[in-house]
């Protein structure tokens, strides 16, 4: 049946979002019903309100959740009610040439589903019976969402909401990056250009593979100290050091194994690609504009071998890896605890989205 719930919705790019009460219409044939217990504030959520995604609004922010199973549509017999469950923004349908290749990160049902769910319709209606676009094809800061089957994941529910629901973007999206998308070697020296929540957890990603040097850049003092905290063993501020290839030159004796790029500029892409030796690889994380370009000498690339690669959602898969970094969070290996630096209400959303805007937290998490 319809749930009445609060979202956080963007109406207009380039203006804050707001909360509003919604209908959220029950599942359909493969779909689910989900609680949702708290959503992560991510800064794609922020570029989905200021036009850097050009997600159209009006549109359900959010797409970093857990939940719990309150309905299923017909034919989903895999889950229970009362299931918890982390919400994966790629649905991986299994069956289209890149979950066949094993790369279902890059599912073409995904690119079917960017603002809708996979059948081309929403499941939000405002007080006035008109649709709204969904996130990321989930729209999940929400006290309610409606998903597909395959943008759920069950999980242990013994772990808390706060920590399950990041899981589900910045720890995937980071920490996959280097375990997933290039396999970092123990020993190796790598360098992680921007020290927000999804570049805290590239350089837990780093440390988790057993780098044995991870050099943190960001021009923010409190962006690396929180990096430290995550495992950098060295920062570099820009602003205040100089030029921050140079320094890492200098640091690495002649460049690092691998640099991830986790803002999303130019400027910054082509920084990670003259940072890593002959042979070295520099990873794409950060989502840019889509004006944004990239400017690379040309010459050298012959001679050496460089790799230049993007990370698409940490090269996901979500079944394996969300139970697989959840586990290593209970071993005491991956953290999350000290992650979530400030949680807020939905009626707090405003401030929450200022806070991430001024970098004040590691993560930022809306609990309800």
């Known amino acids: 049946m319809p749930q009445q719930a609060k979202a956080v919705v963007c109406r207009e790019w380039n203006k804050p979002p707001v909360v509003e009460t919604l209908t959220v219409d029950p599942p359909k044939r493969g779909e689910v019903m989900v609680k949702i217990g708290a959503c992560g504030v991510c800064h794609s959520d922020l570029s989905a309100t200021n036009g850097t995604i050009p997600l159209p609004p009006p549109l359900v922010l959010g797409h970093e959740a857990a939940g719990t199973i309150c309905e299923l549509g017909e034919g989903v017999t895999d889950l229970a009610l009362g299931d918890t469950i982390v919400v994966s923004w790629i649905p991986m349908c299994g069956k289209c040439r890149y979950c066949v290749m094993g790369k279902p990160q890059l599912c073409d049902m995904s690119a079917k589903a960017t603002v809708t769910l996979p059948d081309g319709t929403q499941r939000f209606k405002d007080k006035d019976g008109k649709p709204l676009n969904h996130m990321a094809g989930v729209g999940v800061m929400a006290e309610y969402a409606t998903l597909h089957r395959d943008n759920v994941i069950k999980i242990d529910p013994s ?3 706060d920590k399950a629901a990041i899981v589900g973007c910045a720890v995937m999206t980071g920490a996959g990056a280097a375990l997933n998308t290039v396999h970092v070697e123990p020993g190796a020296v790598c360098v992680v250009f921007g020290a927000g929540g999804v570049g805290l957890n590239t350089i837990q990603g780093c440390a988790i ?6 050099i943190a850049v960001d021009m923010s003092d409190k962006k690396l100290e929180f990096a430290r905290q995550f495992g950098a063993t060295d920062t ?8 921050a290839v140079g320094k890492i030159m200098a640091l690495t004796g002649g460049g690092a194994d691998y640099a991830f790029e986790c803002i999303g500029l130019g400027a910054t892409i082509a920084q ?3 940072c890593v030796h002959k042979g070295g690889t520099a990873v794409v994380v950060g989502v840019s504009k889509p004006t944004e370009t990239v400017t690379l000498g ?4 012959p001679f050496q071998e460089k790799v230049l690669i993007g990370s698409m959602y940490g090269s996901a898969r979500p079944s394996i890896d969300f139970p697989r970094l959840l586990d290593l969070y209970k071993a005491g290996r991956l953290k999350l605890d000290e992650l979530v630096t400030a949680t807020y209400s939905i009626d707090q959303a405003q401030q929450a989205f200022a806070d991430l805007e001024a970098g004040v937290n590691a993560r930022g998490v809306i609990v309800f």
């Open 159 to 161: 772990i808390g909401m």
């Open 209 to 214: 593979a057993g780098a044995a040097r991870i």
């Open 236 to 243: 570099i501020n820009p602003t205040t050091d100089g030029d």
């Open 272 to 274: 990670s690609y003259n």
């Open 298 to 301: 040309a010459f050298l690339m």
